[in-house]
Nanobody
Framework: QVQLVESGGGLVQSGGSLRLSCTTS???????VGWFRQAPGKEREFVAA????????YYVDSVKGRFTISRDNAKNTVYLQMNSLKPEDTAVYYC??????????????????WGQGTQVTVAS
């Protein structure tokens, strides 16, 4: 397992952008990483994932074309660029990691390491 720390959340107006970061003190090189979110009173849902080799990504339909997941293994960081934000994107965003996983598997079963989350609030 790896220790994960999210950052980059905040308050933004509808239509604005934020970039979330997920970092580890270890190495991400063999880990698929996914982003999940949980809004108040709702179940946690999958948002986006990138496989451990970085050549495959997977998104929930509601963020396709607006969010982009990427990774920089040299910096042990995975990013979630969020554009055209909507009030319904408001949630606590968590990153998760699973070794040698595909992006699709991350979406289906989640990670076995999780961060503490970062709050994203989109004002209308």
């Amino acid at each position: 397992q790896v220790q994960l720390v999210e950052s980059g959340g905040g308050l933004v107006q509808s239509g604005g952008s934020l970039r979330l970061s997920c970092t580890t003190s270890g190495t991400f090189r063999t880990y698929a990483v996914g982003w999940f979110r949980q809004a108040p009173g709702k179940e946690r849902e999958f948002v986006a994932a990138i496989n451990w080799t970085g050549d495959s990504t997977y998104y929930v339909d509601s963020v396709k074309g607006r969010f982009t997941i990427s990774r920089d293994n040299a910096k042990n960081t995975v990013y979630l660029q969020m554009n055209s934000l909507k009030p319904e994107d408001t949630a606590v965003y968590y990153c998760a990691a699973r070794q040698f996983s595909s992006a699709q598997a991350m979406g289906a079963i989640g990670g076995n390491s999780w961060g503490q989350g970062t709050q994203v609030t989109v004002a209308s």
